[in-house]
């Protein structure tokens, strides 16, 4: 695996993501009032604003401008965006309506599995080289989803979405040189009308205005806390190749997980041998990295 001279930074920054989002996953039970599609409605409503003034503040702007350029230049460029939104949009969603839907664990699973559907990726369309390490973590993931499979017959759809669903979307702005923060902007950009949508048919926070403000304080911290996390999970992504990205991710189901037994999920008997063995997946992908960092700083010492 080829080490940029900026992954120690692209490391931090998605740490740093990881912890936003684990924070977001917890806010939502502060807004059980609201249904699920509408929160998602706020969130990208109120992240977008704070994304837009982050990216002025930065200098990123110009990259969005390329995308817009690139719209007339290339003749299918615009039905990659669609895509592309579509893709996050649904993963947005998701996040926000399955914690208080009973859902937290099943995402935190999708998440588990997804460095190694992410590993799988970076090797089939980028040639990325699997490690032994990486080929072992594997061999655990798919013992784990053996166990959940004799189980159930099936793994629960939000657990497929996302370890099956944000692959495919990072390896779209991979290929179509959208992985940036202006890439991610558009995207949100394109949901806007849905998120609009979804607000309008829930209408919770717009007839509460009248009577509190603090409903609307509390969706005002979500698109904060939003922001934050998307922002700093889109600087990280161009100094990380797709599999580094992948192995990241372990960061945020840990915390993830954590959150959805806090708010009251609990793990049947019988499926604790799924999450043992995708657990010890985890642990092996941070036993590479650590290996990965001891030999960086051998390199540079």
Same mark, same amino acid.
């Given at each position: ?77 615009w039905l990659t965006r669609l895509l592309s939104a579509f893709l996050v949009g649904v993963q947005l969603w ?153 192995? %990241? ?6 915390? %993830? ?45």
């Amino acid at each position: 695996m080829v080490t940029s001279p900026n992954t120690a930074l692209g490391v931090t920054l998605n740490v740093i993501a990881s912890v936003f989002f684990a924070l977001m996953f917890a806010y939502t039970s502060l807004l059980t009032a609201l249904g699920g599609e509408e929160i998602y409605g706020w969130r990208i409503c109120l992240t977008l604003p704070c994304l837009t003034l982050f990216m002025w503040y930065r200098g990123y702007w110009p990259q969005v401008v390329t995308i817009f350029q690139r719209l007339f230049r290339e003749r299918y460029f615009w039905l990659t965006r669609l895509l592309s939104a579509f893709l996050v949009g649904v993963q947005l969603w998701l996040f926000m309506w399955a914690p208080v839907n009973g859902y937290g664990l099943a995402v935190s699973l999708g998440y588990f599995m997804l460095p190694i559907s992410m590993v799988i990726v970076g090797r089939i369309a980028f040639k990325d080289r699997m490690s032994r390490f990486q080929q072992l973590a594997c061999v655990f993931a798919l013992i784990g989803i053996i166990n959940q499979l004799m189980l159930s017959q099936t793994l629960t759809w939000p657990t497929l979405a996302i370890c099956l669903g944000y692959p495919g979307y990072f390896w779209l702005r991979r290929v179509t040189d959208t992985n940036t923060i202006g890439g991610l902007w558009f995207d949100m950009t394109l949901s806007l009308p849905v998120s609009m949508f979804f607000i309008l048919q829930g209408g919770q926070v717009l007839a509460e205005l009248g009577n509190s403000s603090h409903l609307l304080w509390l969706v005002l911290g979500l698109g904060l806390i939003s922001a934050l996390a998307l922002a700093f999970q889109a600087l990280s992504a161009p100094h990380l190749n797709l599999s580094l990205f992948g192995l %990241l991710i372990y960061v945020e189901p840990v915390l %993830l997980f954590l959150v959805a037994l806090l708010l009251g999920e609990t793990i049947q008997a019988a499926e604790w041998p799924t999450y043992i063995a995708i657990w010890l997946a985890v642990v092996v992908l941070m036993l590479e990295g650590l290996r990965g960092l001891r030999k960086q700083r051998q390199r540079l010492g």
